[in-house]
């Protein structure tokens, strides 16, 4: 068995801090006060130095500035709570039940940032000297724009990383492969009437149920792959827009979410809805969207919501080294995929580095009520993160 398991000792400790992030609100945007913790938990913890960029991304550094660099990524923020009377408890209470912890991003993905965390500083603490540094990155605006602070950080904070560990939500398999994703707005037109004489307009809406119809037909013809599965077309929400109750409405707005699987891209993405247009003879717009996003510190960034999927073979070094290290300290990992998006959209499709998942928590329980975490996968996340590090840079 391996010596990166942890103490009862670094279990409470990390427990404690865990707690502190979840009872500590994040939406996107608010990071600031859980990047204050993080900070001020990564300097007791020992590490060789910690920063954070302007956008509000805190970075810790263990090991020499020289040789290869291994990187963990998490973000800090989280999703709105919808309906907090539908929880068991307070979503910031953290209070723990049969072994789980219960919160507002407690499996996404407190969990796994806090693993990580420790992970490294465990990592340092057993091993007698390190090749390479430990990164440990926490980003902001994941959830609405995800990749855009992680790219701050490569390109303005010049990290190039050999390897990056996303510490998303896994059940503590190993993630070799993740969709791509394209979000889109459909825009289409009539021409208003009084709804008493409907004749001399057009009706938005009708024409956006005919594209409605078409959508649906054309997402079940979409790309497959055998181990990421199929790509995924929907429309998630519909707006229309008249002058009155008793008018035609003018116009129509879509939302497409477009999920890509192996071998699709944006450009086919955007053709198939135009041949979808086409077809029907509406005029209508799909466009891939674009949006200014700002950070807990004030910076404003654009986030374009296009990421390509990404695949990493299952005999790639990193993937067999995650493997053996989660192995190392009694867990029995498979290989998998993410069907959602994550920090991995950049460092995979656009940095073109070597990137895995592997983390605490159960994928299903994202932006769910009641969302919560295994305990025993966060010690357990932590413990293999350390693993990993003895494999890849211990002397």
Request: charged share 20%; proline share 4%.
């Amino acid at each position: 068995m391996s010596t990166c398991l942890l103490t009862e000792a670094e279990r409470q400790s990390l427990l404690r801090f865990l707690q502190a992030l979840v009872k500590t609100p994040s939406p996107s945007g608010q990071e600031d006060q859980v990047a204050a913790l993080i900070l001020e938990e990564m300097r007791r913890l020992g590490y060789d130095e910690v920063w954070m960029d302007r956008a509000g991304s805190v970075v810790g550094r263990i090991g020499p500035t020289s040789g290869p660099a291994l990187m963990f990524n998490s973000h800090m923020d989280t999703v709105a709570v919808t309906d907090a009377s539908s929880w068991i408890a307070d979503p910031f209470d953290a209070v723990i039940r049969d072994g789980c912890l219960y919160g507002l991003g407690a499996c996404d993905m407190k969990a796994g940032l806090a693993a990580t965390v420790y992970g490294a500083a465990v990592a340092a603490r057993r091993c007698s000297s390190l090749s390479g540094s430990i990164l440990v990155a926490c980003v902001g605006l994941e959830e609405p724009s995800e990749g855009t602070c992680t790219r701050l950080l490569f390109e303005e904070g010049q990290l190039s990383p050999a390897w990056v560990v996303i510490a998303e939500p896994s059940n503590l398999n190993v993630v070799r492969a993740q969709r791509g994703h394209v979000e889109m707005t459909l825009s289409v037109e009539g021409r208003s009437a009084h709804s008493s004489a409907p004749e001399l307009g057009e009706n938005a809406i009708y024409a956006a149920a005919r594209l409605v119809f078409g959508l649906e037909l054309l997402s079940g013809q979409l790309g497959d792959d055998h181990f990421m599965g199929s790509g995924v077309l929907t429309v998630t929400d519909i707006r229309s827009h008249a002058v009155s109750q008793n008018a035609i409405p003018d116009r129509c707005e879509m939302f497409l979410d477009r999920r890509l699987t192996v071998g699709e891209t944006e450009a086919m993405a955007l053709l198939e809805v135009q041949r979808v247009i086409a077809r029907e003879a509406v005029r209508a717009e799909v466009r891939v969207i674009e949006q200014e996003v700002t950070t807990h510190t004030g910076q404003v960034l654009t986030a374009r919501r296009v990421s390509l999927p990404w695949i990493l073979d299952e005999r790639h070094s990193l993937v067999q080294a995650m493997l053996k290290a989660a192995k190392a300290v009694g867990l029995r990992p498979s290989t998998t995929h993410w069907h959602f998006a994550t920090e991995g959209a950049y460092t995979a499709t656009v940095a073109r580095v070597p990137t895995i998942g592997f983390g605490p928590g159960d994928p299903t329980l994202l932006h769910c009520c009641n969302e919560r975490v295994e305990l025993k996968q966060v010690y357990a996340a932590a413990s293999a993160y350390a693993a990993l590090v003895e494999r890849l840079l211990g002397s």
